[in-house]
């Protein structure tokens, strides 16, 4: 028996089934997405058609393969300034965990070709190994172990963080000066390799790259942080949740000049705590209130080392907002009804959706799965109610260790759940997927062996920061 907030359809009443509010399909991302990955990569590659220009005859295959792997390491692992600059125009085609992905996925692209470098240069020639005495080596050797040496730190400490203990925030700070380290180091045993960096081009574009990546980094820890201070916000509200969330209530400080500060129901943002925002750690999170109105509210999950610190939050006090980031959101995914797929905390973007839904009067159909583990642990039941009546939604709960007293569905979301609740045009509707990645992959799999199609089944992944 699946938990029901709703009210009747007009065909129940009438006979007459109403017509639904459509909307026009926001322009497609897809071109968007291939266009900043194709130059992304080629602005990672370039410097490869510049060492081409520095080959010499005699030196061997190894070692300039060898040297071309240390300048593709350098420029990816530079460009990871760029991820952290978070430009909305670059992310919008992209959710948060498909940029975080990648950002894992470049990395370890780079790590493999930076540690590379050194090894197929001691193949090439035994007569490098007496570079391994650190102490006696030339300056430019010395530079470039320490860039190794920050690389391998920055790869432990972020692979087994959980398994070392590192608090997210000491992580996060450690994380930032680690990476900047070993660009820095690694820019200058490239220009104190003379025999690659001779050429005047090949010099002039590394002092591009190397400007780049500065600027990239000052707009991160200044630039952006000095406009965000312009933009404070007040904490209006503290609302405990079930499950150990809570529910932070934002408005301006103050009358914000410029644009005005609006964002697109599913989408989320950084938020900084504190009297200034050049705070070192700061955390994505969704936003869960109406887009329609000037309140913002972030439904927030006490799980880690930096969102426990939200409980010291206090009425009144200063936070500064990030954002909005992400392009999880109902415009980009029109359809005739909605069917939202959402386990714990990750119904956040989804309150938002149906908040904003309501505000509009919007008759579409929608579906609500909400997986928890029991009935006091289930986030967003405050705000689900205070939606009983304003939408055509229905909320299936799903309890995975429900009380015996507990009537409706247990266990987890599943093909055979889904089946039960869902209409019979269930393949026309749209789907929205946000939970953990082994959940998101369940869930896929699920709506998979219902012959939902790939193409209406859009998620976004949590806990990937």
């Known amino acids: 028996m699946s938990t029901v907030l709703g009210r009747p359809r007009v065909a129940d009443l009438t006979g007459e089934v109403p017509v639904p509010v459509t909307r026009r399909a926001a322009p497609s991302t897809r071109v968007q997405a291939v266009a900043w990955t194709a130059l992304h990569a080629l602005v990672a590659v370039a410097p490869l058609a510049l060492c081409l220009t520095a080959v010499r005859p005699g030196r061997g295959f190894l070692v300039d393969l060898s040297v071309a792997l240390g300048f593709l390491a350098l420029s990816v692992l530079g460009l990871q300034f760029a991820l952290a600059a978070r430009f909305s125009l670059a992310t919008a085609p992209f959710g948060i965990d498909a940029v975080l992905r990648y950002h894992r996925q470049v990395s370890g692209l780079a790590v493999v070709a930076a540690l590379g470098h050194p090894v197929l240069l001691f193949l090439a020639d035994g007569r490098h190994l007496v570079l391994l005495d650190v102490a006696d080596a030339p300056l430019r050797a010395q530079f470039a172990w ?19 203990r590192i608090p997210y925030q000491v992580w996060h700070v450690l994380h930032s000066l680690l990476g900047v380290t070993v660009v820095l180091a690694g820019l200058v045993h490239a220009f104190l390799v003379d025999n690659w960096m001779s050429a005047p081009w090949v010099r002039l574009g590394w002092v591009v790259y190397a400007a780049a990546f500065l600027w990239l980094a000052v707009w991160v820890r200044l630039v952006r942080p000095l406009r965000l201070w312009r933009r404070p916000w007040r904490v209006v509200e503290l609302w405990p949740e079930p499950g150990g969330s809570v529910t932070v209530g934002l408005e301006p400080a103050h009358r914000h000049h410029g644009r005005p500060w609006s964002f697109t129901a599913g989408q989320f943002a950084w938020i900084l705590p504190g009297r200034v925002p050049f705070t070192p750690t700061y955390h994505p999170f969704s936003i869960s209130s109406s887009a329609l109105r000037p309140r913002v509210e972030f439904t927030i ?28 959101t109902l415009d980009r995914h029109p359809g005739m009804g909605y069917v939202l797929l959402a386990t714990g905390v990750g119904v956040t973007p989804f309150l938002s959706m149906l908040a904003t839904l309501a505000d509009q009067g919007d008759r579409r159909p929608v579906w609500l799965f909400l997986g928890n583990r029991s009935e006091d642990r289930i986030t967003g039941i405050r705000q689900l109610e205070r939606l009983r009546g304003r939408l055509d939604l229905t909320v299936v709960h799903v309890l995975s260790r429900a009380s015996q007293e507990w009537a409706g569905e247990r266990g987890r979301i599943d093909a055979a759940l889904l089946a039960r609740h869902l209409p019979p045009h269930a393949r026309s509707l ?32 949590f806990g990937t920061v």
């Open 146 to 164: 320490v860039s190794v040496l920050a690389l391998a730190l920055l790869v432990v400490t972020s692979v087994w963080r959980r398994t070392l």
């Open 301 to 328: 999950k006490q799980v880690g080392d930096f969102t426990r610190s939200i409980r010291r939050l206090r009425v009144g006090d200063t936070v500064y907002v990030d954002g909005p980031h992400g392009s999880f």
């Open 430 to 461: 749209q789907y929205l997927v946000c939970s953990r990645e082994e959940t998101v992959r369940s869930l896929r799999a699920a709506l998979g062996q219902l012959d939902v199609p790939a193409d209406r089944v859009h998620s976004e992944q």
